[in-house]
């Protein structure tokens, strides 16, 4: 039973269709976990302990009748606490929705529950998605679970989702990712995370943090993990008009280890070369063993992304104001510090710099994919840093002193900016035992070959098996 709880959802899933195991004894080991590890982990707000096991032995009950939903029929997940969730609470993480129980499934939710999926509970995050530290004063702050000595942080703003997945709490989670929200816990965590282009997942029923750069995406400790959950929540949907009409992929057929003839263009200037150093020597060692495995690599230098800070921050502020203005007029007390202070900042941001900052965007959005003429993908560090312990403050980056929040969001943000498909996936661990994680980021809706990549890379490589001390 226990080890149910390492095993992927690609696995579990076969596992149930053939009887081998069933969804009740998943759900179960998945429970018994939680309730273990979770009190000093922090990564769940609300656990649905009742309604996972009654969905288990529904879904039991259809197995034995001959109906199989898909790959995902009896499998456990948990989404982070701004998907909408029928009759269950969505707390965004915040003490203003603490009691905000929604009358409908949020698409994505309702799209994985279409599949078989069953979900475990809602996970922590950074108080209404706005901070990639992933804190959170109101439920506790998620604990990172690669060291037992230390509290570090977990990234966020999808603090829980990293933390549930590392640790073995749910084998699969839905972040999402407004400057690097799914890719930054999944380098600080060890695990594997995707944000796909922009306008390929539904957000119908997901509280906004910028409406114009958040996306939302899946958190497992696979690429295939990955592509299974995409495929299930990806497509257009009447509710969001931002999604696309293009027709959805099957993608775990481009998972097929073959990386030979794939052109990887390896990001320097901005990424690469400000990592701290063994960062920076993760990500080239992966870089060559792409280049053995037949991949071509080469050296690529993106300079408008230097403009992407100021543009993004002005972009974000001012669209989590337009959301928040009423609750910041009457409750402006009831956000966490940190969240407050960032909202009032929206306040300052012109109309004018505004649409510059979007204007901007074709600019650096036409860099990325002149980039990628060449290449099939472009590989990066997802996060400068490892893991930093909770209250620290500042850093040093190749070019020289940081603030921490500035560094974790550094390298993810230009993608939001921009639109473009970006995942995350551990490669390498520090020489303390923290985890380091690389991305990689694809042509608009090729989410396929970003996730063949990594799959590819995860067949060469033991990273993402390892467990955290926690386990």
């Known amino acids: 039973m226990a080890d149910l709880v390492w095993t992927s959802m690609a696995d579990l899933g076969r596992m149930i269709a053939t009887k081998e195991v ?20 922090r ?70 529950a279409g599949a078989g999926a069953i979900v475990l509970g809602k996970l922590n995050m950074h108080e209404f998605a706005y901070g990639p530290e992933g804190l959170n004063a109101h439920y506790g702050d998620a604990r990172n679970p690669w060291d037992s000595s230390v509290h570090r942080v977990t990234g966020g703003s999808s603090s829980g989702s990293g933390a549930a997945v590392a640790a073995g709490l749910a084998p699969g989670s839905l972040g999402s990712d407004t400057g690097g929200s799914i890719r930054i816990p999944a380098s600080l965590c060890g695990i594997t995370g995707l944000k796909p282009t922009y306008g390929r997942v539904s957000r119908a029923g997901v509280l906004p943090l910028a409406w114009s750069m958040d996306h939302v995406g899946p958190m497992t400790r696979t690429a ?11 497509g257009y949907d009447p509710a969001d008009p931002t999604t696309s009409v293009l027709p959805v992929p099957d993608y775990t057929t481009a998972l097929t280890g073959d990386v030979k003839g794939v052109r990887v263009g390896l990001l320097r200037a901005h990424f690469t070369d400000v990592a701290a150093p063994e960062v920076r020597s993760a990500v080239e060692t992966a870089a060559r063993q792409l280049e053995q495995a037949g991949a071509i690599v080469d050296e690529v230098n993106l300079t408008h992304v230097a403009h992407v800070g100021p543009a993004s921050t002005a972009i974000v502020a001012s669209e989590a104001l337009a959301y928040h203005a009423a609750w910041m007029r009457v409750r402006a007390q009831d956000y966490q510090p940190d969240v407050r202070e960032r ?89 303390g035992g923290l985890p380091m994680g690389f991305q990689l980021v694809g042509r608009p809706f090729d989410e396929a070959t970003v996730l063949r990549v990594i799959d590819a890379y995860q067949r060469l490589t033991d990273w993402h098996t390892r467990r955290p001390p926690v386990a």
């Open 43 to 112: 990564a769940f707000i609300t656990v649905c302990a009742d309604a996972a096991l009654q969905a288990a032995r529904a879904a039991e009950a259809d197995l034995m009748g001959g109906k199989v939903a898909g790959p995902l029929h009896g499998v456990p997940w948990a989404p982070k606490d701004l998907y909408s969730t029928k009759g269950v609470r969505t707390t965004g993480g915040s003490k203003i929705l603490a009691d905000s129980v929604p009358a409908r499934d949020a698409t994505v939710v309702a799209r994985l």
């Open 343 to 431: 909202l009032r900042m929206g306040a300052f941001i012109s109309g004018a710099q505004y649409l510059r900052a979007q204007q901007l965007r074709a600019l650096v959005r036409s860099e990325i994919d002149s980039a990628l003429v060449k290449r099939d993908v472009l590989l990066a560090p997802a996060t400068p840093i490892p893991a930093p312990a909770l209250g620290e403050r500042e850093t040093t980056l190749g070019d020289g002193k940081s603030d921490v929040r500035a560094a974790l969001i550094r390298l993810t943000r230009p993608f939001n900016y921009s639109g473009h498909p970006a995942g995350s996936a551990p490669c390498g661990f520090t020489a």
């Open 22 to 41: 069933s969804p009740v004894e998943v759900v179960r080991a998945h429970l018994d976990r939680i309730a273990t590890l979770d009190a000093g982990l």
């Open 224 to 234: 295939r993990d990955s592509a299974l959950m995409l495929g299930a929540i990806a």
